[in-house]
């Protein structure tokens, strides 16, 4: 029995070998629609589908017309509960390879070998947001991969904030509850921006260190594939030889961890709710890998307790200075789903979906965390069989004596569906941890069943002040400014004063400086006890790549042909996409009579839907579009985007006397060779942060 599952594991490692996609989940993929006869669910090919079944032309519908019952009745019941936090999702596929193997530190059989590529399917959401809201909300990001190993499915359901709210999961639903929409009106969604959850917060001092993180850049991704994802708790890696060591799993994007300004955050909400989701199925779409590395901090047993707080409280981090980060694999994204509901919607994730060689700790938040994804996926996907739904099966083969259920699909047979048992020789039976069977990792734990936390998980303060102390000065105004919008939103001029009084723990300057600005009194002084930072924190330490950035070409008729086929062309080179913008969708003529196609307009996408812009201008352009030229120009200096300018492009630059022209803006007599460096040079850098905007 043993070999023969070992055969079929052996046959389908090799089949992944062979091709990353993920066979298993190819075999339900149906073909698509075309050259098909229609059919009901049950086969039968159907006459008529644009008229219900009538008696007479004008007369009533009748109840036996069973092919209009099944149409309605199916289309009656096609949406599902969305999920209670996270509802609002997007999802690829790809592979996950390993630079080196990871054996030292754990058996897990896919972390072994650099050879093999391991299938996964990773999904990104908002947190707050109702499954219809918009992309870019202030919110953490779920970042949650699911590993088709031929061990089993490893799900490492991650965020792009390190830290969380809470240390102990019995608080979740009080947060959620706290910044959802307000429970008697629904107002407002996805958004944090409110009473209920200040309130919350001014009530909960270890949620600081979060806090921060949300109102920093982090909470407001350029991109899904611009983001980092932390696995949050400690978890442990467990080697061959039983030897364990703490692991903080860390995802770090290729192209660098960059964010969008909140202004422009705010106006995509509006003009473009898809952006983050658009983003990484056009880029997919196009041709382009998403890549992240996958890397681990990791600590000794023996040093537990070797620092200033405790390794398995969630709402610190490891700083990784102190704990360096150790990059072992890469993650490629590089197929987008077929069917969004099938796929994406359908997926569940769960942190208890662990191989040998990786296991928990007791960090508590981690703990209750084990309990809640398999709860309500019981709910969301209509009951036990969840784990048959493609996506979500297993790439090895699974057997057990589970049986029914809503939703079966396994036809199991035979009469035998307990154990032990002698009717089947006890098949399917345990397998001995030698031979690959999961066993936990035996922790010496001891101690009286209580409801307390440890003195250890009490300093809520100290690493958020190191999380102010290792921003950059343009994070940190963002923070300022993060935290008045915020509190400018709530009402209650109490919860404003204590939210004040509580960040001047973690540095009193700035709670003094947001205060002022909601009519709240000064903060009592705080003495804060760290002063040291981190400058893997900061963004401004991130790598910085022009590739896949999008550009705005900004066109009239009569434009400069040569400037813009170089700028274009430097563009291109350098992998960044240009999009030609006009007042009208179709071909835009050069002076010299070369056409360049429009696929945009001033009306469909403003300067928000771009990372950089290029204005040659155009001698025809009329009065109009000199105006929405010099509109898009203006709102992408105050979104702090690099701008190009050439010809009547410079002279509507020119007009505008901006406070600070010096920064990320290139502007010349005609295109040449530094010019076009320098505009790549720009978008690479991303956003102009210093730039004086008043
Ligand atoms: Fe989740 N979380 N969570 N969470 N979480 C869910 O599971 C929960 C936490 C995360 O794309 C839910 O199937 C509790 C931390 C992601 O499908 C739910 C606690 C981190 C996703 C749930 C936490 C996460 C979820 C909702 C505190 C980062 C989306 C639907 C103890 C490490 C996965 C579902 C996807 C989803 C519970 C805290 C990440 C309700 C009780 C910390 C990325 O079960």
Redesign the pocket.
């Given at each position: 029995m043993a070999e023969k599952v070992d055969e079929k594991i052996n046959d389908n490692r090799k089949k992944i070998d062979e091709n990353s996609k993920n066979e298993q989940l190819e075999n339900f993929r149906s073909t698509d629609n075309e050259n098909k006869e229609l059919t009901t669910n049950q086969g039968l090919k159907m006459a008529e589908d644009e008229f219900s079944l009538t008696a007479g032309e004008r007369g009533p519908t009748l109840i036996e017309d069973f092919h209009f019952r099944e149409k309605m009745t199916h289309f009656d019941h096609e949406r599902i509960p969305e999920?209670?936090?996270?509802a609002r999702?997007f999802a690829a596929h790809g592979h996950f390879k390993l630079y080196e193997s990871m054996k030292p530190y754990t058996k897990a059989k896919f972390l072994q070998d650099p050879k093999v590529k391991t299938p996964v399917f990773v999904?990104f959401?908002t947190v707050v947001g109702q499954r219809g809201s918009k992309d870019t909300p202030r919110d953490a990001r779920?970042?949650?991969t699911k590993f088709y190993t031929e061990e089993g499915n490893y799900d490492l359901?991650?965020?792009n904030i390190p830290v969380?709210f809470?240390q102990d999961?019995i608080k979740?639903p009080d947060v959620v509850h706290a910044i959802k929409p307000e429970p008697h009106n629904e107002i407002p969604q996805a958004t944090a921006a409110h009473d209920t959850f200040w309130d919350w917060v001014s009530q909960n001092q270890e949620t600081a260190h979060m806090i921060m993180w949300l109102m920093s850049d982090r909470a407001i991704p350029r991109s899904f594939r611009m983001m980092e994802g932390?696995?949050?708790?400690a978890f442990r890696f467990v080697n061959e030889e039983g030897k364990a060591h703490f692991v903080k799993f860390h995802w770090k994007p290729v192209l660098g961890t960059h964010s969008l300004a909140w202004d422009e955050a705010e106006k995509l909400g509006g003009k473009d709710p898809d952006f983050n989701r658009r983003d990484l199925w056009d880029t997919i779409d196009m041709g382009n890998d998403v890549e992240f590395e996958l890397g681990v901090q990791i600590i000794e047993e023996k040093d537990e307790f070797a620092f200033d707080f405790d390794i398995l409280d969630?709402t610190k981090i490891w700083p990784e200075e102190d704990v360096p980060v150790k990059l072992f694999g890469k993650m490629t994204l590089n197929r987008n789903v077929d069917n969004f509901f099938a796929e994406t919607e359908q997926?569940?994730?769960h942190p208890g979906n662990v191989v040998p060689g990786i296991d928990f700790s007791n960090d508590p938040?981690l703990q209750?965390?084990l309990f809640?994804?398999t709860?309500?996926?019981l709910l969301?996907l209509g009951g036990p069989n969840f784990h048959e739904i493609p996506i979500n099966r297993p790439v090895c083969p699974f057997f057990n004596h589970q049986r029914d259920g809503f939703h079966r699909q396994t036809i199991n047979k035979g009469k035998v569906a307990h154990h032990k048992n002698a009717m089947a020789n006890n098949s399917p039976q345990p397998v001995s941890e030698e031979n690959g069977g999961y066993a936990h990792y035996q922790e010496k734990v001891e101690g009286r069943k209580v409801r307390a936390r440890s003195e250890s998980f009490k300093d809520h303060f100290s690493q958020a002040t190191l999380f102010w102390n290792s921003m950059s000065e343009p994070e940190k105004q963002h923070i300022l400014k993060a935290f008045r919008f915020e509190l400018g939103k709530v009402k209650d001029k109490d919860i404003q004063q204590k939210i004040v009084d509580m960040f001047a723990n973690v540095d009193t300057e700035m709670a003094t400086e947001f205060g002022k600005t909601l009519n709240c009194t000064t903060p009592e002084p705080k003495k804060q006890t760290i002063t040291k930072s981190s400058p893997a924190l900061s963004q401004e330490n991130t790598p910085k790549k022009p590739n896949t950035r999008k550009a705005a070409i900004v066109l009239a008729d009569g434009f400069n042909g040569d400037d813009v086929k170089t700028t274009v062309e430097a563009l291109h080179t350098a992998g960044v996409t240009a999009a030609v913008v006009s007042d009208k969708l179709g071909p835009i003529k050069a002076a010299d009579g070369r056409e360049i196609e429009a696929k945009h307009t001033f009306l469909t996408d403003g300067s928000i839907a771009f990372d950089a812009v290029y204005v040659d201008g155009g001698a025809n352009a009329d009065k109009k579009f000199e105006e929405d030229a010099k509109m898009f120009i203006k709102e992408a200096y105050t979104h702090y985007k690099p701008i190009a300018v050439t010809n009547e492009g410079k002279q509507w630059l020119d007009s505008q006397q901006f406070a600070d022209p010096n920064t990320g803006i290139m502007s010349s007599e005609s295109v040449n060779n530094e010019f076009t460096t320098q505009f790549v040079d720009a978008i690479a850098n991303h956003r102009f942060w210093t730039r004086q905007l008043v």
């Open positions: 999920r209670v936090v996270h999702g999904r959401s779920g970042f949650a359901v991650a965020n969380f809470i999961g979740f932390f696995g949050v708790h969630s997926a569940a994730f938040l209750t965390r809640s994804y709860d309500t996926q969301r």
